[in-house]
C-alpha cells in the first residue's frame, strides 16, 4: 500500500517562512513526477509546483520565485521551501506523485491526506 505523508504546515506571519515535507512509503519500483497542490475555501485545487525526475521544475505565476520545490530520490520524499508568505498563499497543501509499483504497470495518481498553512498576522 502506498502512502504519501505531508508534514510542516502551520501557522505563519506574512513575510514569513514555511518548508513543507511529503514522504512516500510502500512498495515503490519509481517515483516520476512529484507535485504539490493547495486548495483554499471555496477555490478550486490548483497546481503550486511540479519535478520531474530529471529535476525538471515548474511554477505558476503566483509563486514563482518565492516557492522553491525538490525532491530526495533516497528518501522519496518531496519538499516544498515557501518564502515571502502572503494571506493569499493560506490553504490546504496536497502532495501529489505518479508512482509505478512494478515494471508491468502504467504510473498511477496518488495523494496525501493535505497539511494546512495559514498566513496571518
Known amino acids: 500500500q502506498v502512502q504519501l505523508v505531508e508534514s510542516g504546515g502551520g501557522l505563519v506571519q506574512p513575510g514569513g517562512s514555511l518548508r513543507l515535507s511529503c514522504a512516500a512509503s510502500?512498495?515503490?519500483?519509481?517515483?516520476?513526477?512529484m507535485a504539490w497542490y493547495r486548495q483554499a475555501p471555496g477555490k478550486e485545487r490548483e497546481l503550486v509546483a511540479r519535478?520531474?525526475?530529471?529535476?525538471?521544475?515548474d511554477y505558476p505565476d503566483s509563486v514563482k520565485g518565492r516557492f522553491t520545490i525538490s525532491r530526495d530520490g533516497a528518501k522519496k520524499t518531496a519538499y516544498l521551501q515557501m518564502n515571502s508568505l502572503k494571506s493569499e498563499d493560506t490553504a490546504v497543501y496536497y502532495c501529489?506523485?505518479?508512482?509505478?509499483?512494478?515494471?508491468?504497470?502504467?504510473?498511477?495518481?496518488?495523494w496525501g491526506q493535505g497539511t494546512q498553512v495559514t498566513v496571518s498576522s
Open positions: 510502500g512498495n515503490i519500483l519509481r517515483i516520476n513526477v
Open positions: 519535478i520531474t525526475q530529471r529535476g525538471i521544475t
Open positions: 501529489y506523485a505518479e508512482i509505478s509499483l512494478d515494471f508491468y504497470r502504467p504510473y498511477e495518481s496518488y
